[in-house]
C-alpha cells in the first residue's frame, strides 16, 4: 500500500507496518472521541452500542427503513457556512464520514434522573411509546427538527417521520403529543399554569390532534372524556438549554476546506477522504474500482446484505466542487454531492421565485423528492449517488432522462458533457462513466412556455418506498398549438434500466393532443413497454398496465394545463381529480372513553389513563432491551448458518474455512447438541440444528461463533453446505392441496344441517379468497444471551421472548438438564405480537448450545433479514366457502373450508385452525354451519402465533361471503350485516350461549359517531361526479373469544414480596412487550393493597420467581395475571389484616414492619385458573371460550382507480373493553392493533419465489405502515357501561380483539372499486384476495387501460413470485 500523507502529520498515527494513518475525532453528546483506529466498515451506530456503551440508539433494520437508529448528526458545513444539524441512520452513516462531526444521541438531550427534554416527555405522556424500541430514534428526529426549526408546521412534522416505523401505536399519539411542539397545536407548555395550560383553558385543542370534540356527562354516574394527558404538564421548551456545537469543531470544520488528505484503515478496507478535486480524481485514476461514497445508502446495503467488499473507499463529501449550486442560463447545477434535502430547497426556493412555465421540471423533481425514502436518507444521499447508482427503480433518473438533463463527467485526463438519454445507461446498473471517471455535476434545465412536464412514482406504500414504476415525461408543442413537437417518456420499473419509449413517442411527433393521439399512445406503449411474465418484481400486468394509466394522467394533467394557458378546453370535471397530486391531510382524532366513578380515590389508579410505567426511560433510551445488557467479559457473539434449499438432503457441512477466519472460535452443528437435538412448542417435530435434511429456506443448520458479531457473521458465510435437491418442493397452499400434503388432524366444527339448509334456502352462492400472510415486524428482533454457570449446568439467559417458560423446557431439553438448571429472565420486549411465542427457541435453544460448548456467555440478535427469513409469520389462509341464504339476505346456511400454510412443522398451528373455525361465523348467528380446517405442510419456515391468531384469518373469509351475499342480492352490506348479527341468547356453531353480547350497541353507536348515513349519501354523491378516483365505504363487527384454546394455558402465578420499607417487588408469570401489561398489574396491585402504585415495581419476568407460566398471548394476560395478583394481594391483606385492626391510624409502612416483627411472611404466591373452561371437538360440546370481546369499526377510503392506491379518510371504532383497567393502554391497544390489521389487510405482502425462497427481507421490500397510513380522521371509543364480570375488576381483553376492525378498510375499498367497476358495466361479486395492494385494486378496476394488458396465461410461464 503506498502512503497518501500529503500535509502536515499532526494527528496521525502509525499502524504496526509504520504506516500513517488518521485519526478520526468527533463528538459525541458534546464529549470529545479522538478514535485511532476508525475501522471504514463499522457503522456509527456499531460504535455507540459496542464503543461508548450508548445502547440508547436502537438497531432495527440495518438498512435505513426503520428509524430505530436515529441520531443527529451535526456539522459545520464550510459550502454553506454554517452548522447544519441532521437526522442520519446510524446504522447506515459510516462511522469514517464522521471527522469533525458532532453526534447527539437520545442519551445525550435528557434522562430521567436528571431533566427530560421535552421531547422525550411530551411522546412519553402523551402515551407515543409502548413497546418503546422505535421511541429513542422518533425521539431523535423530533428533535433534529426542532432544532432547525423551533415551531413547525405538523406537515414538518410528518415529513421527518417520513423514515421512523412503529409498530406498536398506531402513531396517532405519537402525533398528538409532538403536535404540541407546532404552530397549529403550540401549547405553552404549562408555562401559565396559574391560570391552567392553554391546552386546557379553551384557548388551544385538549389533546393536540384533537377535533375539539369533548362529551358531556351521560348521567350522574358516567362521564366520558376525551382526554389522556394533560398537556398543561407538559415542561415548555427552552433552545438555550441544548447542548451548543463545539467551537473547536466549527474552527476545525473551517479548516477542512483547505485541510488535507485523511486516511483510515480497517482490517479490510481503506477510507481516503481526499482534500481536493484533483485528489479525488488521482487517486480515482490510482484505484479506477475504488468506490466514491457519500451517503452510503447505497453502498453501505451491498456491503451489509450483499456481501460485497470494496478495498478501496474514497469520500468525496467534502470537496468544494462537488457541492456547489450554480445557476446558469439553462438551468441550475448541482455538484453531484449535494444531498436530496440541499437540492429540495434549493429547488423549492426557485419555485417560489421564477414563473411556474420555467419550473415544470423543479417541480417534478420535488414531487419525486416528496415519496423518496425518508427525511433521514435524504439528509445524506447524494444526488450524484442516486445516477450513478443506476437502479432501474432510481425516482430521479427518469426525471432526469424526460428532462434530458447535462452531465458534466470528470477525470484525471479531463472533463466532459454528456445528456442523460437512453445510452448513459448500458446496461444494468451500470452508466457510461469510464472506472477512472467521476460525475462532477448535472444540470437540471428551466422549462420554457409550451414545454409541460410531470413526474409520477407508484410504490407500495405511498412513503418511504421503492418504486414499483415511476416516470417522467415531458411534452413540448409547436409555438401556440397542440400540436406535439418534442415528447419524451421515461421509465423506471419496467427494463433492467431506466428506459425511454422511444418508438411510441416517435408516432407521436406532429399529432394533435387529443383522444386519437391518446389511443395510439396507449396502444404502442402497450407493445413498447412490455416485461416477460416472469420478470423479476413481478407485478407484470400492472406495471405494463401503470405505464398506461401514468400516461393518461399526464394526457390529462397536460390538457389542464393547456386550458390554464388558454387552449383548448380543459378536461371533463368528472375526469379532474386524476390529475390531482397526492396530499396528506393532518389527521385529526377524537378518543372516547368513561372516566372513573366520582367517589373514587385518587390514589386508586384503576381506570385511569396511566402512563406506561417505562414510558419515560423508554424516551431517553435508558431502558434497557435484551442487547442492551452490557457484554459479559469473555463474551462471544453467534451467526447462523441457514439453509438456501427449500427442501434438500444435506451432504457435507464444511467449515474448514470458516474455522480460520478472524475471531472465530468455533462451529457449532447438530453433533453438538448435548441433549435432544428434536425439539417444538408443541409437538417435537423439529430439531434445532437441521441433521440430514432442510425442509425450508431459512432451517438452521449451524452457527459459527466469534470474537465479534462482523467475525461471526463474515464466517457463517463461508461455511459451504453441500446440497442434494429432494422432490417435492410444496410452497403453496394450492400445492399442498394438489398434493394432499396435510398435517393431521383435520377439524371440523359442524352444527344444524347446511346441505339440508342449503336446498331450503332461496339462494346459494360459493365463492373464495386467499388472504396472505403477515411478518410480525416487531422492532426488535429475537435476542438472546445465555451465560452458563460453570456449575451443576446451569445456564442463565436473557431472551426476548413472550414465553419464558417454553424457552426453559426446550433450552434444558437441548443441553440435556433438568429444568430447574436454566433461568430464563424476560426484562422487556421491543415488541413480540405473538412472534416470540414459540419461535423466539429456535434461536435461544441454539445460543444455549454454543454457550454451553463453549463454556462462555454468548450472544446473538437476529439482523432483520435472518428474524424474517427463519422465525415465520402469520399463516396465510386459503378459504372456499357455499352460502345459502334468503331473499332478505338472512345466511341460512355455510359450509366453509379453511386451508393454512402452516410451513415445515407443527408449531402452534394446530390451535390456529381451530380458532379460525371458532371464528368462522364472525359476530352472525347461522343456525346451519359446516367448518373444516386443513393444515397445510409446505417447505416454508414454519408459520406461528400472530394477534389474533387464525382469527383475523377466519373473519375475514366470513366478510368475503357476507360482501358476495349483499351484492349478489343487490342490497347494502351494512343492512345485511345488520340483520345477520348475533343477539343475546344467540348461541355459536360450537354451542356456546353468548351472555350479554354488546353487538348492537356498538354497532348503534358506531353508526352514530360514523355518522354512516350521511357518509353514504355523500359517497355516492361523489362517485357519480368523479370517474377516476372512487369513495367506498364499510361497516365491520367482531366478535373475539377470551381464553387460550389449549385448556391447560388458562393458568396463572404471582410472587409478591413486601420489603420492611413497605417496598413492594410484584413479579407474575406475563411479559411485557409494550402492551402495557405490566404498569396494569401495578394498578391491580395497588388497588388490592391499597397503597400507591408508586411503591409496588416489577423488575422483570423470571422463571425462578414464577414458575409454568403460559406464554404471554391469547390477549387473556391481564386476565390471567391479573387474578393471580389479587389472589397474592388477598392473601397478603389477610396476613396483614390484624395489624391495621390493631393501628387503624396506622399505615402501610407501620402494618407491615408490625407483621415482620411478629414473623409473619410477607411474601405471598398468588395463583389463578379461568373456571369452567374446556371444550370438547369430539361432541361439540363445553365451553371454548371465558367472554367475548365485542367491536364495531367503520371506514371510509378513496381509491385512484387509475393506479390501485387508496387514501384511509376516516375510520370510527367502537371498541367494548368491560371497564377499562387503563384507557390509555386500551386505546393504545386498539389503535395500534388496528393499524397492524390495516398493514395486514392493505399493505404487507410476503413475497417468496416458487421454490420457497423470501424476497421480503427487511423493510425495504417489506411495508408496514407508517406516519401517513393512519386515517386522516380517526375516532375511538370505548363502549361505556359494559362490565365484565369474567374479569379482573369487570375489565375485558384488548390485545387481539381490534386487529380485526382493520377488516373494514379492506371491505371499504372493494365497496369503492364496485363502484368503479360499475362504470365498466360490471356488477354483482367479484374476488378480492388480501393485501388490498395498489395492483389487485387496479387489475380489479377493469377499464380501457386494463384491456390492452391482459395478462399471460397462467401455466405458460414461472412467475417470479408466488401466493403461498
Ligand atoms: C432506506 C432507503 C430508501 C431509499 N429510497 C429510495 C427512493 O425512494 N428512491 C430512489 O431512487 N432511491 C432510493 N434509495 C437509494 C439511495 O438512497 C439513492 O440512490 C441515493 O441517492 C444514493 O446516494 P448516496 O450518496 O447515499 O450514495 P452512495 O451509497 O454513497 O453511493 C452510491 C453509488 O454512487 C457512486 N457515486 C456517488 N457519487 C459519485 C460521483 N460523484 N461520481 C461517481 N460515482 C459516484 C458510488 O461509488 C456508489 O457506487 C433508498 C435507499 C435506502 C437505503
Ligand atoms: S436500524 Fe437504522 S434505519 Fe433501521
Ligand atoms: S412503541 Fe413503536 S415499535 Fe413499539
Known amino acids: ?3 497518501f500523507t500529503n500535509g502536515n502529520s499532526k494527528g496521525l498515527i502509525m499502524d504496526h507496518s509504520d504506516t500513517v494513518w488518521d485519526e478520526l475525532i468527533f463528538f459525541v453528546n458534546g464529549k470529545k472521541i479522538s478514535e485511532k483506529h476508525a475501522d471504514p466498515e463499522m457503522t456509527l451506530l456499531t460504535y455507540l452500542r459496542r464503543k461508548l456503551g450508548l445502547t440508547g440508539t436502537k438497531l432495527g433494520c440495518s438498512e435505513g427503513g426503520c428509524g430505530a437508529c436515529t441520531v443527529m448528526v451535526s456539522r459545520y458545513h464550510p459550502h454553506l457556512g454554517r452548522v447544519v444539524h441532521h437526522s442520519v441512520n446510524a446504522c447506515l452513516a459510516p462511522l469514517c464520514s464522521l471527522h469533525h462531526c458532532a453526534v447527539t444521541t437520545v442519551e445525550g438531550i435528557g434522562s430521567v434522573a436528571g431533566k427530560l427534554h421535552p421531547v422525550q416527555e411530551r411522546i412519553a405522556k402523551a402515551h407515543g411509546s409502548q413497546c418503546g424500541f422505535c421511541t429513542p430514534g422518533i425521539v431523535m428526529s423530533m428533535y433534529a427538527l426542532l432544532r432547525n426549526k423551533p415551531t413547525p408546521r405538523m406537515t414538518d412534522i410528518e415529513e421527518a417521520f417520513q423514515g421512523n416505523l412503529c409498530r406498536c401505536t398506531g402513531y396517532r399519539p405519537i402525533l398528538e403529543g409532538y403536535k404540541s411542539f407546532t404552530k397549529e397545536g403550540g401549547c405553552c407548555g404549562g408555562k401559565s399554569k396559574e391560570n391552567g395550560c392553554c391546552m386546557t383553558n379553551g384557548s388551544g385543542t385538549n389533546g393536540a390532534l384533537t377535533n375539539g370534540h369533548t362529551e358531556d356527562h351521560v348521567n350522574d354516574n358516567s362521564t366520558l372524556s376525551t382526554s389522556l394527558f394533560d398537556p398543561a404538564d407538559f415542561m415548555p421548551v427552552d433552545p438555550t438549554q441544548e447542548i451548543i456545537f463545539p467551537p473547536e469543531l466549527m474552527s476545525l470544520g473551517k479548516l477542512q476546506v483547505s485541510g488535507r488528505q485523511l486516511r483510515f484503515r480497517g482490517e479490510r478496507v481503506l477510507w481516503v477522504q481526499p482534500a481536493s478535486l484533483q485528489g479525488l480524481l488521482d487517486l480515482k485514476a490510482q484505484y479506477p474500482n475504488a468506490k466514491l461514497v457519500v451517503g452510503n445508502t447505497e453502498v453501505g446495503i451491498e456491503m451489509k446484505f450483499k456481501n460485497l467488499l470494496y478495498p478501496v473507499i474514497l469520500a468525496p463529501a467534502y470537496i468544494a466542487e462537488l457541492n456547489s449550486v450554480q445557476h446558469t442560463k439553462e438551468g441550475i447545477v448541482f455538484g453531484a454531492c449535494c444531498s436530496l434535502t440541499q437540492l429540495g430547497e434549493v429547488l423549492r426556493e426557485e419555485v417560489g421565485q421564477r414563473p411556474p412555465h420555467q419550473t415544470e421540471i423543479f417541480q417534478a423533481v420535488l414531487e419525486q423528492l416528496r415519496w423518496f425514502a425518508g427525511l433521514q436518507i435524504r439528509n445524506v444521499a447524494a444526488i450524484g449517488g442516486n445516477i450513478v447508482t ?7 433518473n427518469p426525471v432526469f432522462m424526460a428532462a434530458s438533463c447535462k452531465l458534466t463527467l470528470m477525470s484525471r485526463g479531463g472533463k466532459r458533457e454528456v445528456r442523460m438519454d437512453d445510452t448513459f445507461f448500458p446496461g444494468y446498473r451500470k452508466t457510461a462513466l469510464s472506472p477512472e471517471e467521476i460525475l462532477l455535476s448535472v444540470e437540471i434545465p428551466y422549462t420554457r412556455k409550451g414545454q409541460y412536464f410531470s413526474a409520477f412514482k407508484q410504490s407500495p406504500r405511498r412513503e418511504d418506498d421503492i418504486s414499483i414504476v415511476t416516470s417522467g415525461m415531458s411534452v413540448t408543442f409547436v409555438d401556440g398549438t397542440t400540436v406535439v413537437k418534442d415528447l419524451q417518456l421515461s421509465y423506471g420499473g419496467m427494463a433492467a434500466t431506466t428506459v425511454l419509449a422511444k418508438n411510441t413517442t416517435s408516432k407521436l411527433v406532429g399529432r394533435q393532443w387529443g383522444e386519437e393521439l391518446l389511443q395510439d399512445a396507449c396502444s404502442s406503449l402497450a407493445e413498447e413497454m412490455t416485461l416477460h411474465p416472469s420478470a423479476p418484481g413481478g407485478m407484470v400486468t400492472y406495471r405494463r398496465t401503470l405505464t398506461l394509466s401514468l400516461f393518461y394522467k399526464f394526457y390529462l394533467t397536460v390538457h389542464q394545463k393547456l386550458a390554464a394557458d388558454g387552449m383548448g378546453k380543459g378536461v371533463r370535471p368528472d375526469f379532474a381529480s386524476a390529475t390531482e397530486i397526492y396530499h396528506h391531510a393532518t389527521p385529526t382524532s377524537v378518543q372516547v372513553y368513561q372516566e372513573v366513578p366520582s367517589g373514587q380515590k385518587e390514589d386508586d389508579v384503576v381506570g385511569r389513563p396511566m402512563m406506561h410505567l417505562s414510558a419515560l426511560k423508554q424516551t431517553t433510551g435508558e431502558a434497557v432491551y435484551c442487547d442492551d445488557i452490557p457484554l459479559y467479559e469473555n463474551e462471544l457473539y453467534l451467526a447462523l ?152 449446568g446451569e445456564m442463565e439467559l436473557f431472551v426476548s421472548t413472550q414465553a419464558a417458560t417454553k424457552t426453559q423446557s426446550l433450552v434444558a431439553k437441548a443441553l440435556g438438564v433438568p429444568s430447574s438448571r436454566v433461568v430464563v429472565r424476560v426484562k422487556r420486549m421491543g415488541g413480540g405480537f405473538g412472534g416470540k411465542e414459540s419461535r423466539s427457541t429456535l434461536l435461544s435453544t441454539v445460543v444455549a448450545v454454543a454457550a454451553q460448548k463453549l463454556k462462555r456467555p454468548v450472544r446473538c440478535m437476529l439482523d432483520r433479514d435472518e428474524d424474517m427469513l427463519v422465525t415465520g409469520g402469520r399463516h396465510p389462509f386459503y378459504g372456499r366457502y357455499k352460502v345459502g341464504y334468503m331473499k332478505t339476505g338472512k345466511v341460512v346456511a355455510l359450509d366453509v373450508t379453511y386451508y393454512n400454510n402452516v410451513g415445515n412443522s407443527r408449531d402452534l398451528s394446530l390451535s390456529i385452525i381451530e380458532r379460525a373455525l371458532f371464528h368462522m361465523e364472525n359476530s352472525y348467528h347461522i343456525a346451519n354451519v359446516r367448518g373444516t380446517g386443513y393444515m397445510c405442510k409446505t417447505h416454508l419456515p414454519s408459520n406461528t402465533a400472530f394477534r389474533g391468531f387464525g382469527g383475523p384469518q377466519g373473519m375475514m373469509i366470513t366478510e368475503s361471503w357476507m360482501e358476495d351475499v349483499a351484492m349478489s342480492l343487490g342490497l347494502s352490506s351494512e343492512q345485511v350485516r345488520r340483520l345477520n348479527l348475533y343477539t343475546q341468547g344467540d348461541s355459536t356453531p360450537y354451542n356456546q350461549v353468548l351472555e350479554h353480547p354488546t353487538l348492537e350497541s356498538c354497532w348503534e353507536e358506531c353508526l352514530q359517531r360514523a355518522q354512516y348515513g350521511q357518509r353514504r349519501a355523500a359517497i355516492q354523491d361523489y362517485n357519480s361526479q368523479h370517474r377516476w378516483t372512487k369513495r367506498g365505504l364499510a361497516i365491520i363487527p367482531t366478535k373475539f373469544g377470551i381464553s387460550f384454546t389449549a385448556l391447560f394455558l388458562n393458568q396463572a402465578g404471582a410472587l409478591i414480596h413486601v420489603y420492611t420499607d413497605g417496598s413492594v417487588l410484584l413479579t407474575h408469570g406475563g411479559t411485557e412487550m409494550g402492551q402495557g401489561l405490566h404498569t396494569k398489574m401495578v394498578q391491580v396491585a395497588s388497588r388490592a393493597l391499597g397503597i400507591p402504585s408508586s411503591k409496588i415495581h416489577i423488575s422483570e419476568t423470571s422463571t425462578s420467581t414464577v414458575p409454568n407460566t403460559s406464554p404471554t398471548a391469547a390477549s387473556a394476560s391481564s386476565d390471567l395475571n391479573g387474578a393471580a395478583v389479587h389472589n397474592a394481594c388477598d392473601i397478603l391483606n389477610k396476613r396483614l389484616e390484624p395489624y391495621k385492626t390493631k393501628n387503624p391510624t396506622g399505615c402501610w409502612e407501620d402494618w407491615v414492619r408490625a407483621a415482620y416483627f411478629d414473623r409473619v411472611s410477607l411474601s405471598a404466591n398468588g395463583f389463578y385458573k379461568t373456571p369452567d373452561l374446556g371444550y370438547d371437538f ?13 367491536g364495531v369499526s367503520c371506514s371510509e377510503v378513496e381509491i385512484d382507480c387509475l393506479t390501485g392506491s387508496h387514501k384511509n379518510l376516516h375510520t370510527t371504532i367502537v371498541m367494548d373493553v368491560g371497564t377499562s383497567l387503563n384507557p390509555a393502554l386500551d386505546i393504545g391497544q386498539v389503535e395500534g392493533g388496528f393499524m397492524q390489521g390495516v398493514g395486514l389487510y392493505t399493505l404487507e405482502e410476503l413475497r417468496y419465489s416458487p421454490q420457497g425462497y423470501l424476497f421480503t427481507r427487511g423493510p425495504g421490500m417489506y411495508k408496514i405502515p407508517a406516519f401517513g397510513d393512519i386515517p386522516t380522521d380517526l375516532n375511538v371509543s370505548l363502549l361505556r357501561d359494559a362490565p365484565n364480570n369474567k374479569a379482573i375488576f ?17 371491505y371499504a375499498i372493494k365497496d369503492a372499486i364496485s363502484a368503479a367497476r360499475a362504470e365498466s358495466g360490471l356488477s354483482g361479486p367479484f374476488r378480492l384476495d388480501s393485501p388490498a395492494t395498489p395492483d389487485r385494486i387496479r387489475i380489479v378496476c377493469e377499464d380501457r387501460f386494463t384491456k390492452l394488458c391482459p395478462p399471460a396465461q397462467p401455466g405458460t410461464f414461472i412467475p417470479w413470485a408466488v401466493q403461498v
Open 1 to 3: 500500500m503506498s502512503d
Open 390 to 396: 443506476a437502479s432501474p427503480i432510481s425516482d430521479l
Open 641 to 792: 448458518v441457514t439453509s438456501t434449499k427449500a427442501h434438500a438432503r444435506i451432504l457435507a457441512v464444511d467449515v474448514s474455512e470458516a474455522e480460520g477466519m478472524p475471531g472465530v472460535v468455533s462451529c457449532v452443528l447438530a453433533k453438538d447438541v448435548p441433549g435432544s437435538n428434536q425439539t417444538g412448542p408443541a409437538v417435537c417435530d423439529e430439531t434445532v440444528l437441521a441433521e440430514d435434511t432442510v425442509t425450508c429456506v431459512g432451517h438452521i443448520i449451524g452457527a459459527v461463533v466469534a470474537d465479534t458479531q462482523v467475525h461471526a457473521q463474515r464466517a457463517a458465510k463461508a461455511v459451504k453446505v453441500t446440497y442434494e435437491d429432494l422432490q417435492p418442493v410444496i410452497v403453496t397452499i394450492q400445492d399442498a392441496i394438489a398434493n394432499k400434503s396435510f398435517y393431521e388432524p383435520v377439524r371440523t366444527i359442524q352444527r344444524g344441517d347446511p346441505d339440508q339448509a342449503f336446498i331450503q334456502a332461496d339462494h346459494v352462492l360459493e365463492g373464495e379468497m386467499h388472504m396472505g400472510g403477515q411478518e410480525h415486524f416487531y422492532l426488535e428482533t429475537n435476542c438472546t444471551v445465555a451465560v452458563p454457570k460453570g456449575e451443576d
Open 1178 to 1190: 369430539a361432541t361439540n360440546s363445553g365451553r371454548a371460550f371465558n367472554y367475548f370481546c365485542y
Open 1290 to 1306: 369487570s375489565s375485558k381483553a384488548v390485545g387481539e380483539p381490534p386487529l380485526f376492525l382493520a377488516a373494514s378498510v379492506f
